[in-house]
């Protein structure tokens, strides 16, 4: 099972998300992270506008996440289409988004919907359960699992070979 989704169409869903769109991209993709981690899912998501330069199209998040861009002169929903064109999963891919069009087209393909809003409330309860299973500062006797440390050198580019 994954998900591809619509980034725009669920930042949309947070009050003042367009003050600092930057600020907004980032924080989605923490939230999908965590997502992903919890569930043990693959998400994509597409974001409206030029890619930034620490995340450029294609790029992954934090491992659990890819992200990409619409191209230049299009959207992210004509990008999606093309995703959804192009997946061999279909019957287990879940696209978010609110763009009825967008999801008419997607349902023809074989994949499924979920609106952003009703996504945005799973990433929510996501984040709840995993913020009251978070470590407190409490914890800070407790040593990392070495996992994390692999994670964290992944997430910064660091290999075995740095020195």
Known sequence: MS???DG???????????RDQPAARRRLMDELARFAQVRGLKV?????????????????????????????GSNADERIKQMVEASRERST???VT???ALAEYVRRCGA????????????????????SSAPTA???DTPLPP?????WMRYFGVTEDDD
């Open 112 to 131: 499924r919907i979920i609106r952003a809003g009703d996504f945005r409330h799973r990433l929510d309860e996501t984040n709840a359960t995993n913020q």
């Open 93 to 95: 891919l879940f696209v």
């Open 3 to 5: 998900y591809l989704v």
């Open 147 to 151: 996992e994390d440390d692999a994670h």
């Open 8 to 18: 725009n169409n669920v930042m949309a869903r947070r009050v003042g998300w367009h």
């Open 138 to 140: 409490h914890d800070n």
């Open 98 to 100: 609110s763009d009825r």
């Open 44 to 72: 994509e998501v597409v974001f409206d506008g030029a890619p930034e330069d620490h995340f450029p199209d294609g790029a992954s998040y934090r491992v659990f996440v890819r992200v990409f861009y619409a191209a230049r």
